[in-house]
């Protein structure tokens, strides 16, 4: 990310706020954007220049975002600000021609079935006004917006999708941009009935496939399904039901009831923990399990849950793996204070449960039962890492075994195939001096890959 860019867009803003009110409201007006505070002497403008000054780098993406959130300033700042945020996050790209061409599709289709909100939506995204003040003072729609009531609200016809998409300046946005224009159109709230819904997403990825990129059903919202730019090529699957997790031997469970997926836990309770809350959309952070830790223990301090559960996580991985647990250290060592709204770093997760032993199940065994760790992301993204140990490819007296090292390559083509991105690091690797440095690196990029913000 452009820090220096960054911090030059966010500067004038805050010093602005010198005029929200008296010297004294300065402190507590830090306090909610997550400044530092103020200097006590000098003027208003002292006062502010000095907070932001004192900012590092990597805390400005978390004060830009409140500041957009809070007090939004106009959009053409706005929107540089918000291109900068979206810089570090991954996502589908989707290049001038395709979206060109889902323009030209959508000709002859309802952009919209509530139009209050398809301007909001426009609002949000795109910059609708000029700045003349003579004319703002009039009241009346002025520059796009008021092009936008003319030839598209008033005389419907008059422009093209294509002429519409070109005035917004949707063609050379960013693709993170265009995404949230498009996962917009496609929303309940612009286009307030399901059919419609889905009549315009099948339109909408005519064209969009052709570029690997889809807008996908991903989470339900007051009955209704929202839509999400995605991958084409990411495995298709449903949101998770049970979490089983936190124990390196195989559970003893059982299905209380079958047809509600209720699953009980007969001997050894304290041996596994179930996760058996809604995962949604935005996946699972530590923040979620925290509090579903919290509820389930009756712990009311949040610090003392949050320290209870990194306990409880840090004693199920194996004793005869330090490398599993040094990877699982640097993981909160690397983030810190990030870590509440990072994905859960879940340990000892169990993919498959199988009452019957490999030996017993025979050529139908399912294979990789427990995963060293998984991490659920937004858009149900599913990364498994593993840590590779002796046992993975040798032998009980370490002799290579060509069979068990094709049995685990073959497992991870399984995962894969299933939609879930395996990574693997050796053990040697996480016993060596800069370890926990390659730790932080390597998530750090998944993170990027990713979209999930780490600041």
Not at 260 to 267: G, H, Q, W
Not at 413 to 432: C, H, S
Request: with cysteine; charged share 25%; hydrophobic share 40%.
């Amino acid at each position: 990310m452009d820090y220096t860019q960054l911090r030059s867009l966010l500067s004038p803003l805050i010093i602005a706020l010198k005029d929200v009110g008296p010297r004294s409201t300065l402190p507590t007006l830090c306090e909610e954007l997550g400044l530092p505070a103020p200097v006590a002497n000098g003027t208003k403008r002292d006062c502010m220049a000095s907070s932001i000054e004192a900012v590092a780098d990597t805390d400005l993406p978390a004060i830009a975002c409140k500041l957009l959130d809070f007090r939004p300033p106009a959009a053409a700042t706005r929107n540089q600000i918000q291109d900068l945020l979206w810089s570090d996050r991954g996502g589908p790209s989707i290049p001038k021609r395709y979206r060109r061409e889902v323009a030209r599709r959508l000709n002859g289709e309802e952009l919209y079935g509530d139009a209050s909100r398809f301007d909001d939506l426009l609002n949000r995204l795109w910059i609708l006004d000029t700045d003349d003040w003579l004319h703002v003072m009039s009241g009346k729609p002025i520059g796009l917006r008021a092009d936008i009531q003319q030839h598209v609200h008033q005389n419907p016809g008059d422009w093209s999708v294509e002429t519409l998409f070109d005035q917004l300046g949707a063609y050379d946005a960013s693709d993170r941009r265009f995404a949230l224009f498009l996962e917009g159109l496609a929303s309940a709230d612009v286009r307030p009935d399901e059919a419609a819904q889905r009549h315009f997403v099948a339109c909408v990825n005519e064209m969009l496939r052709n570029c690997g990129v889809e807008l996908r059903e991903t989470d339900l919202e007051g009955g209704y399904p929202v839509f999400s730019i995605v991958s084409s090529h990411a495995a298709v699957k449903g949101r998770p039901k049970n979490l089983i997790f936190a124990s390196p031997d195989k559970p003893d469970l059982r299905f209380r009831d079958a047809l509600d997926n209720n699953v009980e836990i007969v001997t050894n309770a304290d041996k596994v923990l179930v996760y058996d809350r809604p995962i949604g959309n935005d996946g699972l952070r530590w923040n979620d399990l925290q509090q579903w830790w919290s509820d389930t223990e009756q712990i009311a301090d949040a610090e003392q849950a949050k320290r209870s559960l990194y306990t409880r996580l840090k004693a199920s991985l194996p004793r005869n793996s330090p490398p599993q647990t040094l990877l699982f250290e640097a993981f909160f060592e690397a983030f810190r204070s990030a870590v509440p709204n990072l994905p859960a770093l879940i340990p000892e997760v169990w993919l498959h449960w199988d009452p019957l032993t490999v030996k017993e199940r025979g050529p139908d065994a399912l294979l990789r039962f427990r995963m060293d760790f998984l991490l659920l992301l937004r858009q149900g993204v599913r990364v498994v890492i593993e840590v590779d140990g002796k046992h993975h490819y040798a032998d009980s007296v370490g002799n290579a075994d060509v069979q068990r090292y094709a049995q685990m390559v073959r497992g991870d083509r399984e995962l894969k195939l299933a939609g879930y991105e395996v990574f693997r690091f050796g053990a040697v690797e996480l016993q060596a001096p800069e370890a926990k440095a390659n730790v932080k690196t390597f998530f750090e990029a998944l993170f990027k890959r990713y979209g999930v913000l780490t600041s």
